[in-house]
């Protein structure tokens, strides 16, 4: 079983960055394939990347391939999701999750068993 806990969103105008991390608690972060979701209000809860345990596979939504890029670091328990170029679009609760899941599955939120509490990003025009 794993914790996780997300931090870095907040306010920024379009074109900003921000880098969001995931904190996980629990020696078997490294089994875990990890993806960060997100949800805009009124809407459905939607994929935005995901990582594999090694961190040699790496997904991402159309929407924010080529501007965020997902990364983890195994021996510090942390997933981060660096964002750039943002658009008022982006403006969501985002959401880290992980479990053990083949590189085929992590993109898919009904999958993850675990998940963070949420951090807003909110993106102005």
């Known amino acids: 079983q794993v914790q996780l806990v997300e931090s870095g969103g907040g306010l920024v105008q379009a074109g900003g960055s921000l880098r969001l991390s995931c904190a996980a608690s629990g020696r078997t972060f490294s089994s875990y394939a990890m993806g960060w979701f997100r949800q805009a209000p009124g809407k459905e809860r939607e994929f935005v990347a995901a990582i594999s345990r090694s961190a040699g596979t790496t997904y991402y939504a159309d929407s924010v391939k080529g501007r965020f890029t997902i990364s983890r670091d195994n021996a510090k328990n942390t997933g981060i999701l660096q964002m750039n170029s943002l658009k008022p679009e982006d403006t969501a609760i985002y959401y880290c999750?992980?479990?053990?899941?083949?590189?085929?599955?992590?993109?898919?939120?009904?999958?993850?068993?675990?998940w963070g509490q949420g951090t807003q990003v909110t993106v102005s025009s």
């Open positions: 999750a992980a479990d053990w899941l083949s590189d085929q599955a992590m993109h898919i939120s009904l999958n993850h068993r675990y």
